[in-house]
Structures are given as structure tokens and as C-alpha cells.
């Protein structure tokens, strides 16, 4: 059964930054789009960052600049770094793995799912 364990959500301040981790247990952890995407209270889930191929990143604008998205295939890992964090960036943060070999357009396109981290930004 794949696993995605995120992991490095907080307490910060405006301004701030975060670096969250995503483990997972795909085989050919490198075949995968990854992904992550977020869900603050009362609002939908939405997507913030994606990483596919060799390093092939596409982002939201609202974090466009701010935040980075990487992958370490040796360990299995997907990070995003998020720098210069605002009040709005407070969510609920997931990792999520698309089907090996397919690039995934939308949310739906995700095989696998973490439970998610929280992010919480003070102004």
C-alpha cells in the first residue's frame, strides 16, 4: 500500500519560512508527479505546487516566487521550501503522487494522497 507522510508544519510569523517534507513508498518514486496542494478552513482544497520529469515545476501565482518545490529520488522525498510566508498561506498542506508516468492536470489526476500537515502563519 503507497504511504505519503508529510511532515514540518507550524506555528510562524508573516514573513517567515518553512521547509515541509513528504515521504512516500512508490516504487520508481521518480516516474511520479508530485505534487502539493492545500486546503485552508472553509475552503476548497487547491493546488500549490507540482514537480514532474527531471525537475519540471509549475506553480500557483499566489505563491509563484515564494514558495519551491523539489524532489530527492534517492530518498523518496518531495519538499517545498516556503519563504516569505502571509497570513493567507495558513492551511492544511498534502503531498500528493500522481499515476508513475502520467502528468497530472488536476487534483482528480492524483493517485495518492497524505494526511497533511499544518501550516499556520501569524500576522
Known amino acids: 500500500q503507497v504511504q505519503l507522510v508529510e511532515s514540518g508544519g507550524g506555528l510562524v510569523q508573516a514573513g517567515d519560512s518553512l521547509r515541509l517534507s513528504c515521504t512516500t513508498s512508490?516504487?520508481?518514486?521518480?516516474?511520479?508527479?508530485m505534487g502539493w496542494f492545500r486546503q485552508a478552513p472553509g475552503k476548497e482544497r487547491e493546488f500549490v505546487a507540482r514537480?514532474?520529469?527531471?525537475?519540471?515545476?509549475y506553480y500557483a501565482g499566489s505563491v509563484k516566487g515564494r514558495f519551491t518545490i523539489s524532489r530527492d529520488n534517492a530518498k523518496n522525498m518531495v519538499y517545498l521550501q516556503m519563504n516569505s510566508l502571509k497570513p493567507e498561506d495558513t492551511a492544511v498542506y498534502y503531498c500528493?503522487?500522481?499515476?508513475?508516468?502520467?502528468?497530472?492536470?488536476?487534483?482528480?489526476?492524483?493517485?495518492?494522497w497524505g494526511q497533511g500537515t499544518q501550516v499556520a502563519v501569524s500576522s
Open positions: 500528493a503522487a500522481g499515476h508513475p508516468g502520467r502528468l497530472p492536470i488536476s487534483s482528480k489526476e492524483y493517485a495518492y
Open positions: 514537480i514532474w520529469g527531471g525537475d519540471a515545476t
Open positions: 512508490v516504487r520508481t518514486f521518480s516516474s511520479y508527479a
